[in-house]
């Protein structure tokens, strides 16, 4: 793990292209940190606690300020499992509100449970779900050191409670999951509808630099967010007209033209997923009429 500068005070570390793994410690999205006058403060917090030392390691060897808050973009176990080892150290986490519901779910214990299995050592009995210090649900600035901290809530796109961070001191967007560059992105249960007007929504604002959740730093905002548009906008429009037309999934799976997008990285992992989630997601959006 290697911390890289994208502005005068901010840094981040860069997640594999891959699934997570034990060889892998769950390193597989990205996390920031900005270095102001009165302490640190984190954008997401790695996919294990043993990731999140090394981070804590890292921002030691470039300031010696304390880690005083820890701002959740979203509650993905590839950017949550680390949280512990940040609140120990003295760290106010926050994120929104919405991520309570999965919190307290089926799903996130059950997901857990799977890491401990896979990613053991690095994911084990001792690792645990952390609830925010501060739950938003709606806009905050976050000002410490003098360095102002816009947070904004985005969702529901990629999760119920995806925020983005604007440091405009600098230009700089931590966009979490919104933007996967490089890669195709793991759709599971989120709003493709609200996910592609979410990404013009990031085009507002006057960043020069967006960092992604997953692969390198873009300095050319709406083309390299075009990467996640089209596919959510092409999985949308497959799979929709065979949820319209009531054609089997495996069928209009097996018919559509995945070309343009097979040759990305965990395309053969996700796409079938991502689909068929999809399909679901505009089966349910024509019954209720709420498709566009």
Do not use: C
């Not at 997008?261 to 997923?273: D, G, I, K, S, V």
Request: aromatic content about 10%; charged content about 20%; overall charge negative.
């Amino acid at each position: 793990m290697v911390a890289r500068q994208v502005s005068p005070s901010s840094w981040y570390v860069q997640g594999m292209s891959a699934l997570g793994s034990r060889a892998n410690q769950n390193f597989i999205s990205n996390a920031a940190f900005v270095v102001t006058p009165a302490g640190v403060v984190i954008i997401d917090a790695l996919g294990s606690p043993e990731l999140a030392k090394s981070l804590a390691a890292q921002i030691a060897t470039i300031t010696p300020q304390p880690i005083t808050h820890v701002i959740v973009t979203h509650y993905h176990a590839d950017h949550i499992y680390g949280l512990q080892t940040f609140k120990a150290l003295g760290a106010q986490i926050i994120a929104h509100r919405a991520a309570l519901a999965y919190l307290n779910s089926e799903t996130a214990r059950l997901r857990l449970q799977y890491s401990r299995a896979e990613m053991a050592p690095w994911i084990d009995e001792q690792t645990r779900l952390v609830e925010a210090d501060e739950w938003l649900d709606k806009p905050r600035v976050l000002v410490v050191g003098g360095v102002r901290f816009e947070i904004n809530p985005v969702g529901p796109a990629h999760t119920p409670e995806d925020l983005v961070v604007y440091l405009p001191g600098e230009k700089v967007l931590f966009a979490g999951d919104l933007v996967f560059r490089s890669r195709v992105p793991y759709v599971g249960q989120a709003d493709s509808r609200h996910w592609i007007a979410a990404l013009e929504q990031l085009l507002k604002f006057d960043a020069q630099v967006i960092l992604p959740g997953h692969g390198a730093l873009s300095t050319e905002a709406r083309q390299d967010m075009q990467l996640t548009r089209d596919y959510l906008t092409y999985l949308r429009t497959s799979m929709g007209q065979a949820a319209k037309n009531l054609e089997p999934f495996e069928q209009a799976y097996n018919a559509t033209d995945w070309r343009q997008f097979e040759h990305l990285p965990l395309f053969r992992a996700a796409n079938r997923m991502n689909a068929y989630n999809t399909y679901l997601l505009m089966e349910n959006e024509f019954s209720t009429g709420s498709s566009q």
